[in-house]
Nanobody, 121 residues
Framework: QVQLVESGGGLAQAGGSLRLSCTASGRTLSNYRMGWYRQAPAKVREFVAAITWSDGVPVYGDSVKGRFTISKDNAKNTVYLQMSRLNVEDTAIYFC??????????????WGQGTQVTVSS
C-alpha cells in the first residue's frame, strides 16, 4: 500500500488561495492516479481532482473546475492542489488519495490523514 503525507492546509479568506501537497512513498507511481477528495461536516466525501501519473492528464469535480489546479512533481513523488478563488463552501478536510490501475479499473490503494482547509467570509 502506498503511504501518503499531506501538508499545506490552513485558513484563507474568501477569494484567496492555498496550495496543498501530498507526498507518496512505498510504491512506484507509474500505474497510479493520484487525487484529492474533501469532506465537509455532515456531508459525504466529494471528489475534487485527480491526475494520472503516467501522462499527467487531470480531471476535476464540477464544483472546483476553473478554480483549482492539480499538478505533480515526478522527482518528488508529490502531487499538488492549487486552490484559487476560494469560497466558504470549500471549507472541508481534504484527503489525498492514491488509486492503482488494475485491468482498466481504478482500485483505491491509500489515503492520507487529511488536512483541514477553512475559508472565512
Amino acid at each position: 500500500q502506498v503511504q501518503l503525507v499531506e501538508s499545506g492546509g490552513g485558513l484563507a479568506q474568501a477569494g484567496g488561495s492555498l496550495r496543498l501537497s501530498c507526498t507518496a512513498s512505498g510504491r512506484t507511481l507509474s500505474n497510479y492516479r493520484m487525487g484529492w477528495y474533501r469532506q465537509a461536516p455532515a456531508k459525504v466525501r466529494e471528489f475534487v481532482a485527480a491526475i494520472t501519473w503516467s501522462d499527467g492528464v487531470p480531471v476535476y469535480g464540477d464544483s472546483v473546475k476553473g478554480r483549482f489546479t492539480i499538478s505533480k512533481d515526478n522527482a518528488k513523488n508529490t502531487v499538488y492542489l492549487q486552490m484559487s478563488r476560494l469560497n466558504v463552501e470549500d471549507t472541508a478536510i481534504y484527503f489525498c488519495n492514491a488509486e492503482r490501475t488494475v485491468a482498466g479499473f481504478q482500485v483505491a490503494d491509500g489515503w492520507g490523514q487529511g488536512t483541514q482547509v477553512t475559508v472565512s467570509s
